[in-house]
Nanobody, 115 residues
Framework: QVQLVESGGGLVQTGESLKLSCEIS????????LFWFRQPAGSQRDLVAR???????YYLNSVKGRFSIYRANAENTLYLQMNNLKPEDTAVYYC?????????WGQGTQVTVSS
């Protein structure tokens, strides 16, 4: 059974950094792609970053140069390093994994950036 568990969220001030973690358990050998999404209160869930199984990355324009998605294979963990955080980055952050033909979501972690 696949499980994704996020951690690392919190309350920070503008300009500070956070590193989100997503621990993946289960069928980790068949991961096709990994994602970070975010959902501000009252808004839709948007794609923030993607990491393919070939190592290609994609970033939302507003986070390019500030966020970095990477995976520590030995730990089966996906990370999102977030630097120079802004109030508009405030949201619940979710990781998602595509394993085979199935999508799996984590439970989310709150990130709040105060001005």
């Amino acid at each position: 059974q696949v499980q994704l568990v996020e951690s690392g969220g919190g309350l920070v001030q503008t300009g500070e950094s956070l590193k989100l973690s997503c621990e993946i358990s289960g069928d980790v050998l068949n991961i096709r792609a990994l994602f970070w999404f975010r959902q501000p209160a009252g808004s839709q869930r948007d794609l923030v970053a993607r990491l393919s199984d070939t190592g290609d990355t994609y970033y939302l324009n507003s986070v390019k140069g500030r966020f970095s998605i990477y995976r520590a294979n030995a730990e089966n963990t996906l990370y999102l390093q977030m630097n120079n955080l802004k109030p508009e980055d405030t949201a619940v952050y979710y990781c998602r994994a595509v394993i085979g033909d199935t999508y799996y979501w984590g439970q989310g972690t709150q990130v709040t950036v105060s001005s």
